[in-house]
């Protein structure tokens, strides 16, 4: 069975909560106990009808303000695919939380209320899924059945989001008319909308091609950790272990491992069930190589003639996610890349940019919480990385803040910086 | 003929898991898995062995022991730990209740439950252990669903649902300053089906509380308890023999079993899968509580 992770955006007012819990209970993840809370809770709390957004709205805190805190992941399958939905509130203050729910994403839901039309809530959220690169969009117009199931309504809506979009790097855009509240158009085509001849919702989950999403072709294997297990039965053995990259690794393989640059070729990849042939991401395997060079966590094992970029200098595009300090020139913070970590100091920020305009701001002199801007870091040891767009495993990165050891900032590498 | 570029679900989330197991060896000076003998804990520590092999485990195994075990838990623990050559901590709600350290609740309804997070913290200040792996997964329960794979927890051992560090890609922050740690969870993105069906796979052994057997039991707010040393009947409760299994292990005294004929994984499976109520509401007292019971606990420091 495959599994698809997908992220979805929008407010409470969209019917993200209901739609969710719509596709749970279809599709018989509900169960007794949680479905007996929630109309218990929908008594206590005065509602007419049980409120499958509550199966959603887990802490209490989130169901007494009536709003959702931090990304939720939800689990579901169906004979074809396992998935995993992180849930991310739509609310502006929580953009570092659909920015976190969305890096992991293959596919990301946008929800528009099909009265309201497209908002900037919803650009924005189009614009997160693009920045952060999730390869498949599915715009789902929801409240179908508020509009009287109207198709001029919907096409109106696909027109104006698909003028937006075409400014946006999204490769691959879906629309789907729905009704969470009644089902329509979640896991059957509904009955109410003859007009519209696609997928449901949950088919479209089911069917939307992810294989060719990974990066299979620059090989690389940040080295997380040796090991030596110094037993009588493998008394010099040394393995480097780790989670493939990007590319595909095979017995025999030339390799040059960075940074020291030295060349050797890959005697095995070995696993606890034997080894292996090959292997390509996202497996975590143990390769062996044939030459007794030193080789440590940090390090990166890739192929002679296909070398990540190697640098000091970086450009980037940060999402800022600490509300008591902001970034700004001269920001001296920890980074943590693959398996490195060092220390960065900001040297430029060239742009703040609105979400909601896509206007950039270059007389912006720092970046707060949820803001994003393109920033230039100079780190104190050199990193081996890739442009995000071409591999979001060694493109991407966070940034830490050293007094308090919290996670303040992630980024996504656009290049070296000259 | 050459493979494909495909892995399964189960394959992509042991991949995952063996990662994090990784990464927590790498960042941390004295981790420590959480084992309770239950089946959760079982796969997890299944994947730290497929993470470092050929060598041996590189931390210490800890059992809370509340005292009130099943026998073949306790047996297959002792042999698990035997075949891995790993280290054994055991810390004990028995000897804390002995030292004066917390008192035990009284009455028929008296469980240990609680006092397991005192017991528990008290061990991690002991041994300095920074880095505890659980085997809790998100589909369990509503609070768990916004639990990180690293959480963070203060000195006084204490979760903040609303000051989580973010957590993006496959980039975890490590980073504490001393007397915190955190608690790591490697199969976070599991499901119960998920476990199951990984057991089946791996053809891992589990105790045999969870296969269909005949035990006296006796029903308590609509859960069956196993009877035994620790726990008290209650006027009005009946003991009769039953075919049942267990979903769960923990403690005796408030864990409940299911009726069930189901004696294979495959069985088990099926089960699984057509169950229409999650496995904590099914056999947990503990989680009967109050609606944020869960929620409750988890800030106190509970696993």
């Known amino acids: 069975m495959e599994m698809l992770r997908f992220a979805t955006a929008g407010s409470v007012d969209d019917g993200k909560s209901t739609l969710i819990g719509r596709l749970l209970y279809d599709a018989k993840t509900i169960f007794e106990d949680q479905f007996e809370a929630v109309e218990k809770a929908s008594i206590q709390m005065g509602a007419e009808y049980t409120?499958?957004?509550?199966?959603?709205?887990?802490?209490?805190?989130?169901?007494?303000?009536?709003?959702?805190?931090?990304?939720?992941?939800?689990?579901?399958?169906?004979?074809?695919?396992?998935?995993?939905?992180?849930?991310?509130?739509?609310?502006?203050?929580?953009?570092?939380?659909?920015?976190?729910?969305?890096?992991?994403?293959?596919?990301?839901?946008?929800?528009?209320?099909?009265?309201?039309?497209?908002?900037?809530?919803?650009?924005?959220?189009?614009?997160?899924?693009?920045?952060?690169?999730?390869?498949?969009?599915?715009?789902?117009?929801?409240?179908?059945?508020?509009?009287?199931?109207?198709?001029?309504?919907?096409?109106?809506?696909?027109?104006?989001?698909?003028?937006?979009?075409?400014?946006?790097?999204?490769?691959?855009?879906?629309?789907?008319?729905?009704?969470?509240?009644?089902?329509?158009?979640?896991?059957?085509?509904?009955?109410?909308?003859?007009?519209?001849?696609?997928?449901?919702?949950?088919?479209?989950?089911?069917?939307?091609?992810?294989?060719?999403?990974?990066?299979?072709?620059?090989?690389?294997?940040?080295?997380?950790?040796?090991?030596?297990?110094?037993?009588?039965?493998?008394?010099?053995?040394?393995?480097?272990?780790?989670?493939?990259?990007?590319?595909?690794?095979?017995?025999?393989?030339?390799?040059?491992?960075?940074?020291?640059?030295?060349?050797?070729?890959?005697?095995?990849?070995?696993?606890?069930?034997?080894?292996?042939?090959?292997?390509?991401?996202?497996?975590?395997?143990?390769?062996?190589?044939?030459?007794?060079?030193?080789?440590?966590?940090?390090?990166?094992?890739?192929?002679?003639?296909?070398?990540?970029?190697?640098?000091?200098?970086?450009?980037?595009?940060?999402?800022?996610?600490?509300?008591?300090?902001?970034?700004?020139?001269?920001?001296?913070?920890?980074?943590?890349?693959?398996?490195?970590?060092?220390?960065?100091?900001?040297?430029?920020?060239?742009?703040?940019?609105?979400?909601?305009?896509?206007?950039?701001?270059?007389?912006?002199?720092?970046?707060?919480?949820?803001?994003?801007?393109?920033?230039?870091?100079?780190?104190?040891?050199?990193?081996?990385?890739?442009?995000?767009?071409?591999?979001?495993?060694?493109?991407?990165?966070?940034?830490?803040?050293?007094?308090?050891?919290?996670?303040?900032?992630?980024?996504?590498?656009?290049?070296?910086?000259? | 003929m050459r493979m494909s570029f495909d892995l399964t679900h189960l394959r992509q989330l042991e991949a995952e898991s063996v990662h994090i197991f990784r990464e927590v060896a790498a960042e941390f000076e004295n981790p420590c898995l959480l084992f309770s003998g239950g089946k959760d804990s079982i796969v997890m520590l299944h994947i730290a062995q497929k993470a470092f092999w050929p060598a041996k485990l590189p931390f210490a195994v800890m059992h809370v022991d509340t005292g009130h075990n099943f026998a073949e838990v306790l047996e297959f623990r002792d042999r698990r730990i035997a075949e891995l050559g790993a280290r054994l901590v055991v810390a004990s709600v028995q000897e804390a209740i002995d030292a004066g350290m917390v008192t035990e609740e009284t009455g028929p309804r008296a469980s240990r439950n609680r006092l397991q997070t005192a017991v528990l913290l008290d061990a991690i200040e002991r041994h300095r252990f920074d880095a505890l792996f659980g085997g809790a997964r998100r589909d369990e329960e509503k609070a768990r669903a916004k639990e990180r794979v690293y959480s963070f927890r203060d000195e006084f051992g204490q979760w903040d649902p609303k000051n989580q560090r973010p957590e993006l890609w496959s980039l975890y922050n490590g980073r504490i300053r001393m007397g915190e740690h955190i608690r790591v969870f490697p199969i976070s993105n599991y499901t119960e089906l998920d476990v199951w069906q990984y057991i089946k796979d791996e053809q891992i052994e589990i105790p045999s509380v969870y296969f269909a057997h005949q035990r006296e039991v006796f029903e308590r707010d609509s859960m069956l308890l196993s009877t035994g040393p620790y726990i008290t009947l209650m006027d009005g409760e009946e003991p009769f023999i039953e075919r049942v299994r267990y979903r769960t292990v923990g403690d005796m005294s408030c864990t409940g079993a299911v009726e069930s004929s189901a004696d294979t994984v495959d069985k088990i499976i099926e089960e699984v899968a057509a169950t229409r109520i999650t496995e904590r509401g099914a056999t947990r007292a503990d989680d009967k509580v109050s609606e944020a019971a869960m929620e409750d606990r988890k800030k106190e420091g509970y696993f």
Request: charged share 25%; with cysteine.
């Open chain 1, 51 to 418: 409120n499958l957004a509550l199966l959603t709205d887990g802490l209490r805190a989130e169901r007494e303000q009536g709003i959702t805190i931090d990304v939720a992941y939800r689990y579901f399958a169906t004979p074809r695919r396992k998935f995993i939905i992180a849930d991310t509130p739509g609310h502006i203050q929580y953009t570092r939380n659909m920015v976190t729910g969305a890096s992991t994403a293959d596919l990301a839901i946008v929800l528009i209320d099909a009265r309201k039309g497209v908002l900037e809530q919803s650009k924005r959220h189009a614009f997160l899924a693009s920045l952060l690169r999730i390869p498949h969009l599915v715009l789902a117009v929801n409240k179908m059945d508020l509009v009287d199931y109207d198709q001029g309504r919907f096409e109106a809506l696909r027109h104006e989001f698909r003028d937006f979009a075409a400014k946006l790097n999204i490769a691959d855009l879906a629309f789907i008319p729905v009704s969470a509240l009644h089902g329509d158009n979640i896991v059957d085509r509904s009955a109410n909308m003859s007009w519209y001849q696609g997928p449901s919702l949950l088919h479209h989950l089911e069917e939307v091609h992810i294989a060719s999403d990974r990066n299979l072709i620059d090989a690389r294997f940040p080295v997380q950790y040796v090991i030596r297990p110094q037993s009588d039965d493998y008394h010099d053995y040394r393995g480097y272990a780790g989670t493939v990259a990007g590319g595909v690794f095979r017995t025999g393989d030339e390799v040059t491992v960075l940074p020291s640059g030295f060349r050797s070729t890959v005697k095995s990849i070995e696993t606890f069930d034997g080894p292996v042939d090959e292997a390509f991401s996202p497996m975590a395997v143990t390769i062996r190589i044939n030459d007794e060079i030193d080789v440590s966590r940090g390090d990166m094992i890739v192929r002679p003639n296909n070398q990540p970029t190697v640098a000091q200098d970086i450009d980037a595009m940060v999402c800022w996610m600490n509300e008591r300090i902001s970034l700004r020139p001269g920001s001296r913070l920890v980074i943590k890349h693959t398996t490195r970590s060092t220390k960065v100091i900001v040297r430029d920020l060239s742009y703040l940019l609105d979400v909601n305009t896509l206007h950039r701001d270059e007389s912006a002199a720092a970046l707060s919480l949820n803001e994003i801007g393109r920033v230039q870091l100079r780190s104190q040891a050199p990193l081996f990385f890739d442009e995000y767009r071409r591999n979001r495993q060694t493109g991407s990165f966070v940034l830490i803040d050293e007094a308090t050891n919290v996670t303040v900032g992630a980024g996504m590498i656009l290049g070296s910086a000259s």
